[in-house]
């Protein structure tokens, strides 16, 4: 059945807006009549009835409530419900629109008989690769609902690994963002106004720190734009860079250097490698298959380049092991890992164990990051307050001996 994203007015008033399935638009507006809706917009009403959907912008709270909807549509399949009688409950609950019209549309490609991955496949902003190859593997093997609950945890999981990241660098940004605006304020606005009256009242040579604020503040005054625009720029040219693969090779490479922080990115990054995979095998993707999907996941394009090379090496004939040992990215721990879950059968548990390992370590190294970053930028901006308050102070105090 078509789904139409609508904009109405209520009996209030109110505007509201959201989607709705029917055979035709006039249905449509007959079924938003009933509501006691006055319907101003219909998106597709002119289109062709089988594909009259215009999507609205897909925000990250959906991108957020995947996790979500994908352990209940495993709990609903596993309970003996039926895919389109899931598919129905979950869309019911579906509380954001963009959500909620892709699982009316998934539903509708379903009903005219695709497959069910085929119907997400339609949709590659919300469903991954990922999520596509272990939805196949599952409505292969027959077991849609254990892959379901499988990926839903390891959604989870990518989440939980996520926000530590980024709880780790937020907070430093913030402090950074917020110490370099109060100190631009204070050089721009505040010490230009008291520097000009301590210069108007002072008979004597001014100490040689006031001369530098001075000279500092009124070489912001002039210039604070062209900072601005080259921040600006930068970023864009950053951006632009990411796009190339040499620039994304060069700049990943360089992160992985930084000190503390690159760690914490090469362990996030191992962790995910090992889930990912252990994920995926658990499915029942074949190896090569899986790391295609893993290279593009680690999000690191030194790491993914990695694992191009060893699954070329696993298609020449080699083990899983031995490019891992032979490759300076992963430590060493991680390809005698991979060695012993091969040997023993089990490397879908032992690279589960290695990634809630390395979880374990980047929450430590997201700590020590944070540890290290706070009293840094603390002190920093402490001497740069403190240089300021001394270089108004000095020229007063030399004024009240005279």
Do not use: C
């Not at 108007?200 to 503040?217: G, M, V, W």
Request: charged fraction near 20%.
């Amino acid at each position: 059945m078509p789904v139409y994203a609508y904009k109405a007015l209520n009996e209030g008033g109110a505007p509201e807006n959201g989607v709705i399935d029917a055979d035709t638009p006039r249905e449509a507006r007959l079924k938003l009549k009933l509501r006691k809706l006055h319907v101003t917009d219909l998106a597709g009403a002119e289109a062709a009835p089988k594909r009259a959907l215009r999507l609205p912008r897909l925000r990250n709270r959906a991108k957020q409530e995947l996790p979500v909807i994908t352990r209940q549509l495993a709990t609903l399949l596993a309970s003996g419900i039926p895919l389109m009688g899931a598919l129905n409950a979950i869309i019911e609950q579906a509380e954001e629109r963009a959500l909620k019209t892709i699982l009316m549309d998934v539903r509708e490609r379903v009903s005219q008989g695709a497959a069910f991955s085929d119907a997400l496949a339609g949709h590659p902003r919300l469903f991954p690769e990922l999520y596509l190859n272990m939805v196949r593997s599952g409505e292969a093997s027959g077991a849609l609902d254990k892959i379901l609950f499988r990926l839903a945890d390891y959604l989870h999981a990518q989440r939980r690994m996520r926000a530590k990241i980024v709880a780790a660098l937020s907070y430093p940004i913030v402090m950074m963002i917020v110490g370099v605006g109060v100190v631009s304020v204070l050089m721009v606005k505040v010490v230009p106004e008291i520097t000009s009256v301590i210069q108007k009242h002072s008979k004597a040579a001014l100490p040689l720190p006031t001369e530098l604020l001075i000279a500092t503040s009124d070489f912001l005054g002039r210039t604070w734009w062209i900072f601005l625009l080259a921040a600006i720029a930068a970023v864009f040219v950053i951006r632009r860079v990411r796009k190339t693969y040499k620039g994304r090779l060069w700049i990943d490479s360089k992160l992985l250097t930084v000190p503390v922080l690159g760690n914490l990115l090469r362990k996030s990054a191992i962790s995910r490698f090992s889930l990912t995979f252990a994920t995926l095998l658990e499915s029942g993707l074949p190896v090569l298959g899986a790391l295609e999907v893993v290279k593009k996941v680690v999000n690191n394009q030194l790491l993914a380049d990695t694992l191009d090379d060893m699954q070329k090496k696993i298609a020449e004939g080699a083990d899983i092991a031995t490019p891992l040992k032979a490759s300076k990215v992963f430590p060493p721990v991680v390809g005698y890992m991979v060695a012993v879950g091969e040997e023993s059968g089990q490397l879908e548990e032992l690279l589960k164990r290695l990634a809630s390992a390395y979880d374990e370590e980047v929450e430590i190294a997201a700590q020590r990051l944070t540890s290290l970053l706070e009293p840094l930028m603390i002190v920093s901006m402490a001497l740069v307050v403190g240089f300021i308050v001394l270089s108004v102070l000095l020229p007063i105090l030399q004024m009240s001996r005279i």
